[in-house]
């Protein structure tokens, strides 16, 4: 809808989507890496969106914030190379929750795949997989 176009968004809709999908995670970020160094390993997943990889209209916001997101983890991976700690996210397309399944809406990505993708990246196997921004959607 015209409400929803960049011109028309509103600045608190910017606040309130950097606030949520970009400021949160490096705040999680920030507080778990000491941590994570303090091992041997370990793993930081970030849940993004196919919005930050296919960067549709009507959504600038949004779409910006999950791409920023992106950033983020892409830049994190960089600075803890050789650490042994990896960063990633998925960014899936429409989730099958109960009210988009309620909406009878089609192609939606079930929530058990989206599991799936994160445990195996929290996994021993994706142990050299870093900074990758997985697509969850086609």
């Not at 490096?26 to 091992?39: D, K, N, S, V």
């Not at 959504?59 to 997101?69: E, R, T, W």
């Not at 929530?111 to 021993?124: C, M, N, P, Q, Y």
Request: charged share 15%; hydrophobic share 45%.
């Amino acid at each position: 809808s015209t409400e929803e176009q960049i011109h028309w968004q509103q600045f608190e809709v910017w606040q309130q989507m950097l606030s949520l999908n970009l400021l949160s995670a490096a705040t999680a970020f920030r507080a778990a890496i000491p941590h994570l160094r303090a091992g041997t390993s370990g793993r930081i997943v970030a849940i993004a969106s196919e919005a930050a990889v296919t960067k549709p209209g009507g959504v600038a916001a949004y779409a910006v914030s999950k791409s920023a997101l992106c950033t983020l983890v892409e830049i994190t991976a960089k600075e803890l190379q050789g650490s042994g700690i990896t960063a990633n996210a998925v960014a899936p397309g429409s989730l099958a929750t109960p009210a988009m399944t309620k909406e009878g809406m089609s192609g939606l990505i079930p929530l058990e795949r989206v599991a799936e993708t994160i445990s195996f990246l929290l996994g021993d196997s994706a142990a050299n997989i870093t900074g990758a921004i997985v697509p969850l959607y086609g």
